[in-house]
Each structure stands twice: as structure tokens, then as C-alpha cells.
């Protein structure tokens, strides 16, 4: 039995539209799946948020990828041609990632400095390797999405010299702040201190002939 023309032209429409459509709310139930099952992984296993979050977001992706896969595939394209294209561009964004480390990690921190405000402009600071050690002290006078620039404090008078750090080296490291400026020590002098203060004060008598 041989359809009509009319009727074969409607099903070369229908039967890949109806395919298109199925891989679709396939993809979404797979979705909702993994969604369910990684969240009560997390909880039975006491996991935290941080970490449930960036796993979800993987394989939504993974199943949005094989998605646009199969879909293009319905639509005509051979299959081994846009697998290979997707791995070459998947090893090109890749290599470009890892390249561009360094500079989107201090992206990234310069937001997280703004947004959590370890410290302000005008603070002042110092980065520590470890907290019994000394490091570059200074105080904030600019943050930009690359440096955070301290004015030196142990640059010698009259000659300003500016110290730019990575914003990524501020979360590698132990910061000590100061709002607004250096703390202005009130105590009162000791006794010593203060026969040491009269003594260099006092002008020294010569003897007369």
C-alpha cells in the first residue's frame, strides 16, 4: 500500500520533529534525574552545598552537549563529523583555560574581594606568608581585577614606591588589617622610657674653666 505524495511529505516532516521532540523531554527527565539522585547523595552523605552546586552544573552541561548532538544528528549531519568537532573545540577551549588560569583566577578574586571585602581602600595591610613572618605592608590606595596596590610603607621618605599583588595571592596568604590606618598606641610611657626621653632632651652642660 502506497501512501499518498502529500501524506509522505507531511511524515519526512513529522517523524523527525517527533524524534527531535522526544530527545528533548528525554534530555529533561535525565536532568531531573541526576538533579534528585546528586541531592540525595547529599544528604546522605552530609555533603556540602559548594560542592553539590559545581557537580550539577557538570552534568547538566554533559547532557546539554549530547543533546545538541543527537539533535544536529536528526537534523542531517553526520555524526562522526560533529563529534570530532566538538572535541577539537572542547581541546582548544581546554588549552586556552588553562592558559588564561592565572589571569581569570585574579578575575575572580577581584570579585570575591569587592563582594566579601576582606578589607577596604584606604586600610591598611599586610600579607603574610605565615603569621610569625613579615611581609609587604602598605596601605590599599587601588584594587583593580588584576593587582591590589599598597602605598610601601618601608619606602624611604619623599620616594613613593607602590607594591602591586596579585589579587589571587590574597586568598594564598594571611592578611593583617588595619581600618582605616595604622593603630595609634595611646599607652602611657614607662618610667624608662621616660628618663631616656628627658635625658636626649636636655642639652649636655660643658664644663667651666
Keep these: 500500500m502506497h501512501l499518498p505524495e502529500w501524506m509522505q511529505e507531511w511524515l519526512e516532516v513529522l517523524i523527525p520533529g517527533l524524534q527531535i521532540f522526544l530527545i528533548i523531554v528525554a534530555a529533561w527527565l535525565l536532568n531531573r534525574l541526576f538533579k534528585r539522585i546528586i541531592s540525595r547523595v547529599g544528604q546522605h552523605y552530609d555533603l556540602p552545598h559548594e560542592l553539590l552546586m559545581p557537580l550539577?552544573?557538570?552534568?547538566?552541561?554533559?547532557?546539554?552537549?549530547?543533546?545538541?548532538l543527537l539533535l544536529l544528528e536528526r537534523l542531517g549531519m553526520s555524526a562522526t563529523v560533529l563529534w570530532t568537532a566538538f572535541t577539537g573545540f572542547a581541546t582548544v577551549g581546554a588549552v586556552a583555560f588553562f592558559a588564561a588560569w592565572s589571569v581569570l583566577s585574579n578575575l575572580f578574586c577581584a570579585m570575591l574581594i569587592v563582594t566579601v571585602g576582606p578589607f577596604r581602600l584606604g586600610d591598611y595591610i599586610e600579607v603574610l606568608d605565615t603569621a610569625e613572618k613579615p611581609g609587604a605592608k602598605g596601605r590599599v590606595i587601588d584594587l583593580n581585577m588584576?593587582?591590589?596596590?599598597?602605598?610601601?610603607?618601608?619606602?624611604p621618605a619623599g620616594i613613593p614606591n607602590l607594591l602591586q599583588i596579585p589579587n589571587s595571592l590574597i586568598f594564598q596568604r594571611v592578611i593583617r588589617r588595619w581600618k582605616g590606618g595604622m593603630p595609634v598606641?595611646?599607652?602611657?610611657?614607662?618610667?624608662?622610657?621616660e628618663a631616656s626621653a628627658i635625658t636626649l632632651t636636655t642639652p649636655a652642660h660643658t664644663p667651666q674653666a
Design 56 to 68: 550539577r552544573g557538570v552534568v547538566r552541561w554533559v547532557i546539554i552537549a549530547a543533546t545538541i
Design 146 to 155: 588584576l593587582y591590589t596596590t599598597l602605598q610601601d610603607d618601608s619606602a
Design 185 to 193: 598606641d595611646t599607652s602611657p610611657a614607662s618610667e624608662h622610657e
